[in-house]
């Protein structure tokens, strides 16, 4: 599997993390960029398919519910977001920190101290997840009979 561009992470990272984290990160760099709003963030549903096996035919498995913004710099820079869930303000401020993250001054900054953070935050929350899941596997074996 090929490694994700910079922008593939960054727009990854923001869309996964918790609002609250982010939030609070955004609030310790301390930036009040002055923007405006293209696509005001918006609540839609998303249709989610599958397929049996990988190789069969594809069936519907149900809806999801994505938030979506577009914002402006005052520079003329655009910044998208695309968040599962409900959150308007979270998908804002992700299509902010897109629109920062493309700008070659803020992008230094803001990689250390937004998306590097989040994304370790992530990594340690998976990492948990995989543990607790570990913690309740079964492993299922067969045994020969020598005959």
């Not at 922008?7 to 960029?33: F, G, I, K, T």
């Not at 997840?129 to 299922?140: E, G, H, I, N, Q």
Request: aromatic share 6%.
């Amino acid at each position: 599997m090929q490694a994700l561009q910079p922008r593939q992470r960054w727009m990854s990272v923001l869309a996964h993390s918790q609002p609250d984290q982010l939030r609070s990160h955004w609030q310790a760099l301390n930036l009040s960029p002055r923007y405006q709003t293209i696509r005001a963030p918006e609540i839609g549903l998303a249709q989610l398919q599958g397929r049996m096996g990988a190789t069969g035919r594809r069936f519907v498995l149900g809806d999801m519910t994505v938030t979506r913004a577009v914002v402006q710099l005052e520079n003329g820079g655009y910044g998208y977001s695309y968040i599962a869930g409900r959150d308007k303000a979270h998908a804002e401020l992700c299509a902010l920190a897109d629109a920062l993250l493309q700008l070659p001054e803020q992008a230094e900054l803001l990689q250390q101290q937004l998306i590097e953070p989040l994304a370790a935050l992530q990594h340690e929350q998976r990492q948990l997840r995989a543990r607790a899941v570990a913690s309740s596997r079964v492993d299922f074996f067969t045994l020969v009979r020598g005959d």
